[in-house]
């Protein structure tokens, strides 16, 4: 369902035009766009909006813990357009089940970093990423830190939790 | 003298079974390198001295601040913000802050508005002073450090007669400042004007008349401008580069479009340009906060929001609503509206961006900051490549990173 704000949004009218049901659901938050992609299109909808609206650059790629609700994670893009300086967020909804999407590096070379801290940090996979490693914690570090079930002292220290 | 001791007279030529073919060597620059600034590691690919390849590696200043976000109120995240980017704190202040008064829908009042331009045009100017002393430091010219400390030291008593603190300041509070100006602090900020000035010039004559300076920076480090957007450069770098990318001029926030500034820019793209663009940016910055110092404003210096603001000490003795809003507040925290923001400005680095999630409790459900120093550093693979290991240096030094901004 996309919000009425944004049906005279002329880069929502191409969107919905050249990928139709791939875009969910779209809504426009403190002047904010911010559009739902379906997990398997979001290559193809970064690639268009590079090439044809001049979304040179993602600012950044990161991810959010719905848990315990399902689908659990949810990928946010931020994209800029820097020449007519807009703004644009897509979001990917990934399921808590061995999390995974396809990796936008081959759109942008800056999502690397960003896609592998996301691996890292909530532990989503990026299918097609050239190099997926940890890249905040140390290597063999066990769990994901920013899930919301990860316990802010970590899992090396009970706090008694188990007990309880 | 034993004989054994004693040189021999004639030097064998030793055979070398690699003699004629290329020998590629791997060199570890870092986590513990000076020019690093901090703890970067650099896996750099060698062929004598030409650089093959170049890998940095981050993380290991990473202390979790996104996750203990989620576990603090939406005031108490401020002190975290600071200790982000440790040289552009208030930068840091003023992005978290502008984010969640957004969600909220607070405004702020006019003389709050003015007083964050001006300190924030400081922070700029400090953490600037800082990446030229440092950045000319690596190079060899060591007494630029001195003088641009002797500038920041000035600079940084002003911070600590607004906020008390002279690094992790936390002046900036959700809805306002967390104090009124200090007695005699703007006359603070106008003696610094005066005196900064010229000092500006002086580091440009100490930099150009420098014949070693020169041959280390002009045409080093140069990546075309379409790969560095790319790969998440921001800020004096892109500008640099010719393309007069600027939040604060193309989307404004607290207040910017109130003031005349320009924005510097150069098309060489090279180290030297880097640094051209940022001592312009010094020059804009002054030209800010003169603007700021003539039309502050008189007036509340905190948003009239009790339910989000502290009350003043005064009100909490005479009123019973402040002793209740300030207990709510202390206890419970400020509930904020389900929502999301991103938040844009331009730190002395490039783009600062905080992404927000709220889900209506009082404790932000998500906070993630993209900061300009992890993008910066995701491009020094490609801009040392090709070059020489000394000019690696040079690369760095013009990124003007700091590593708690990349690892968070």
Not at chain 1, 29 to 50: K, M, N
Not at chain 2, 139 to 162: N, Q, V
Not at chain 2, 210 to 227: A, E, L
Request: some cysteine; charged content about 25%; hydrophobic content about 40%.
């Amino acid at each position: 369902m996309i919000s009425e704000l944004l049906q005279e949004d002329p880069i929502v009218i191409a969107l919905v035009e050249r990928f139709d049901a791939a875009i969910e659901a779209g809504s426009l938050e403190h002047e904010q766009t911010i559009l739902y992609v379906s997990a398997g299109s979001i290559v193809e909808v970064c690639t268009f909006l590079r090439d044809e609206h001049g979304f040179n650059r993602a600012s950044s790629v990161t991810a959010l813990d719905w848990y315990p609700q399902e689908p659990r994670f949810e990928l946010v893009y931020l994209l800029h357009n820097v020449k007519d300086a807009l703004r644009v967020r897509l979001k990917v909804r990934v399921s808590g089940e061995n999390p995974a999407v396809d990796s936008v590096t081959s759109v942008w070379a800056g999502a690397n970093w960003y896609e592998r801290e996301v691996f890292d940090l909530f532990g989503v996979t990026f299918n097609g990423h050239p190099d997926l490693r940890r890249i905040m914690m140390p290597d063999d570090w066990e769990g994901h830190p920013l899930r919301k079930d990860f316990p802010i002292h970590g899992h090396k220290y009970d706090y008694g939790e188990t007990n309880q | 003298m034993s004989e054994t001791l004693t040189p021999t007279a004639t030097l064998e030529p030793v055979p070398n079974s690699d003699a004629g073919s290329t020998r590629k060597m791997t060199l570890n620059m870092g986590p513990q390198h000076p020019s690093t600034h901090g703890v970067l590691r650099v896996v750099l690919e060698l062929d004598g001295e030409t650089v093959l390849k170049a890998v940095p590696e981050v993380g290991f200043l990473h202390t979790g601040i996104e996750k203990q976000c989620e576990t603090k109120t939406y005031q108490q995240v401020i002190p975290l913000t600071d200790r982000v980017d440790y040289l552009a704190n208030l930068s840091n202040n003023l992005c978290y802050c502008l984010a969640i008064e957004k969600l909220l829908g607070i405004e702020v009042p006019p003389r709050a508005v003015w007083t964050r331009v001006m300190l924030t045009e400081l922070t700029r100017i400090n953490s600037h002073l800082v990446w030229l002393g440092t950045h000319a430091l690596d190079m060899g010219a060591m007494s630029m450090f001195f003088y641009t400390t002797r500038e920041r030291e000035e600079l940084l008593k002003i911070f600590e007669m607004f906020s008390g603190q002279r690094l992790m300041t936390s002046y900036f509070r959700i809805g306002g400042l967390a104090l009124d100006h200090p007695r005699a602090g703007l006359e603070a900020v106008e003696k610094f004007l005066e005196m900064f000035p010229p000092k500006i010039d002086e580091y440009e004559n100490l930099l150009d008349n420098n014949p070693i300076w020169k041959n280390r920076t002009i045409g080093v480090g140069v990546v075309p401008v379409d790969k560095m957007l790319a790969m998440g450069i921001t800020g004096p770098m892109i500008r640099a580069a010719g393309i007069p990318w600027d939040a604060r001029k193309d989307e404004p926030y607290s207040g910017y479009q109130n003031f005349e500034f320009d924005v510097p820019t150069r098309t060489e793209n090279d180290v030297y340009a880097r640094y051209r663009v940022r001592m312009e940016e010094m020059r804009q910055s002054v030209r800010i906060m003169a603007q700021a110092l003539e039309g502050m404003p008189e007036g509340a210096y905190q948003a009239d929001a009790p339910k989000v603001v502290l009350p003043q000490r005064e009100k909490m003795k005479t009123q019973m609503e402040a002793l209740i809003y300030h207990f709510k507040i202390v206890t419970e925290g400020v509930r904020v509206p389900p929502g999301e923001v991103y938040q844009v400005i331009e730190s002395p680095r490039g783009e600062l961006g905080y992404y927000v999630v709220s889900d209506g409790t009082s404790k932000p459900f998500r906070v993630h900051m993209r900061t300009p120093s992890f993008g910066n550093i995701q491009g020094l693979g490609m801009m040392c490549e090709g070059g020489m290991i000394a000019d690696s240096i040079a690369c760095m030094g013009s990124m003007d990173f700091v590593l708690g901004d990349t690892d968070r």
